[in-house]
Nanobody
Framework: QVQLVESGGGLVQAGGSLRLSCAASGRTFSSVVMGWFRQVPGKEREFVAAIGRSGVTTHYADSVKGRFTISRDNAKKMVYLHMNSLKPEDTAVYYC???????????????WGQGTQVTVSS
């Protein structure tokens, strides 16, 4: 079992930066693939980024590639999403997720956080 709690969302101007954090509980954190997703009201949840167990393998959606960086600290049971050059279209609720299947990318995830709001003003 993995429990996830996101933090770090807020209001930022276009071109600015934010760092989202996801704190995980459970002894199996280092065994799961971690991901970030986002959702705008009325739209489907969208894959943003994922990272493998060791932190070496990452995968990004084309819309954020080169602007966002995912990282993890297994000792602290934390996952981060560093967001740079933010655009108004990045505005969404961002969710942290975890899964047992060792595929670093979009798809079905087993555990989800409650989400944190990111708003980018133009």
């Amino acid at each position: 079992q993995v429990q996830l709690v996101e933090s770090g969302g807020g209001l930022v101007q276009a071109g600015g930066s934010l760092r989202l954090s996801c704190a995980a509980s459970g002894r199996t954190f280092s065994s799961v693939v971690m991901g970030w997703f986002r959702q705008v009201p009325g739209k489907e949840r969208e894959f943003v980024a994922a990272i493998g167990r060791s932190g070496v393998t990452t995968h990004y959606a084309d819309s954020v590639k080169g602007r966002f960086t995912i990282s993890r600290d297994n000792a602290k049971k934390m996952v981060y999403l560093h967001m740079n050059s933010l655009k108004p279209e990045d505005t969404a609720v961002y969710y942290c997720a975890a899964r047992w299947v060792q595929v670093v990318g979009p798809g079905v995830y087993d555990y989800w956080g409650q989400g944190t709001q990111v708003t980018v003003s133009s």
